[in-house]
Nanobody, 122 residues
């Protein structure tokens, strides 16, 4: 059973930075896609960024381009989301997800973490 555990959320001021981590365990295949989604209060869950584990190819939602960076460290089975120039509208619960190549980049994912809260104060 795949397990995803997020960490790194917290409270930050506008313009600040945070780095989220997602540690994966229980996986058996290397051809998977990892992604970050977020859900703000009263809104639907939205795609943030995705990365192909084998190639490192990345994709981003338009509003995150240039501010957020997704990366992975294969040896640690960990994916990261570096968030810079944070805005109050980035406040949300951020979820890590794992899927198949068909999930790329903002499709249906099979496994989800429990989420980590990010709050950006104005």
């Amino acid at each position: 059973q795949v397990q995803l555990v997020e960490s790194g959320g917290g409270l930050v001021q506008t313009g600040g930075s945070l780095r989220l981590s997602c540690a994966a365990s229980g996986r058996t295949f290397s051809t998977y896609t990892m992604a970050w989604f977020r859900q703000a209060p009263g809104k639907e869950r939205a795609f943030v960024a995705a990365i192909k584990w084998s190639s490192g190819r990345t994709a981003y939602a338009d509003s995150m381009k240039g501010r957020f960076t997704i990366s992975r460290v294969n040896a640690k089975n960990t994916v990261y989301l570096q968030m810079n120039s944070l805005k109050p509208e980035d406040t949300a619960v951020y979820y890590c997800a794992e899927g198949t190549p068909k999930s790329w980049p903002a499709g249906s994912y099979d496994y989800w973490g429990q989420g980590t809260q990010v709050t950006v104060s104005s």
